[in-house]
């Protein structure tokens, strides 16, 4: 009987040190699955940082480009206004010095005009 315990101490300290070679073997793969793991999520998240910072660096650049076009539209724009502003207080200004030195013509251009407008938009029978 001494023997056969002698017998399964020997087993079971097989058994305990496969047990142990087992475990140690999983915790150094499942520790090297994560490690790989980690390095390749590290190399993701370090790609998508760098396409995020290339897009918001593209995005600032495009805004800087509209704002500069449209303030060069806007003083365009006012440039425009301001030409045609004096053109129009020419044209009231030639037509006030017309009305002044030929009054008669002047009614009778306008009763002309007028005559012609309300015959174009008056009503059609």
């Known amino acids: 009987m001494a023997n056969d315990i002698t017998q399964d101490e020997g087993r079971n300290g097989n ?6 070679r087992t475990s140690s073997r999983f ?5 090297s699955a994560v490690s790989g793991a980690k ?3 590290d190399s993701a998240a370090d790609r998508v940082e760098s396409g995020l910072h290339h897009a918001a660096d593209a995005t ?4 800087h480009h509209a704002t500069d076009k449209a303030g060069e539209w806007r003083d365009r724009g006012e440039e425009l206004a301001s030409r045609a502003r004096d053109r129009a207080d020419d044209a009231l200004g030639n037509v006030r010095d017309f009305v002044r030195e030929k009054p008669v013509q002047s009614v009778a251009i306008a009763l002309a005009a007028g005559w012609l ?7 059609r029978r």
């Open 15 to 20: 058994a305990h040190e496969r047990i142990e």
């Open 27 to 31: 915790k150094e793969g499942t520790s």
């Open 39 to 41: 390095e390749k999520f």
């Open 60 to 63: 600032a650049r495009g805004a």
């Open 117 to 123: 407008l309300g015959r174009l938009l008056g009503p």
